[in-house]
């Protein structure tokens, strides 16, 4: 899948599920669909699966933000 392909088929507000792949001192990286998008504020750990909410996409910098579902 293409990053048009993932942003065709979600919007803000989706929950989606990912895997941890990183933990940094603001919050931790998720990645789904072969994306990865930043959890603010989060400290879950590396490999764990979580559900994350679509807060917003960029798809000019092809980034998006997430929280907690």
Excluded: Y
């Excluded at 895997?19 to 940094?24: A, I, L």
């Amino acid at each position: 899948m293409n990053w048009q392909e993932f942003i065709a088929r979600h919007q803000v507000g989706d929950v989606i599920e990912g895997v941890v792949t990183r933990q940094v001192p603001f919050g931790c990286f998720v990645e789904s669909e072969g994306f990865t998008g930043l959890a603010p504020r989060q400290a879950w750990p590396v490999g764990s699966r979580v559900s994350v909410e679509i807060l917003a996409i960029d798809p000019e910098k092809q980034r998006f933000s997430l929280a907690a579902a």
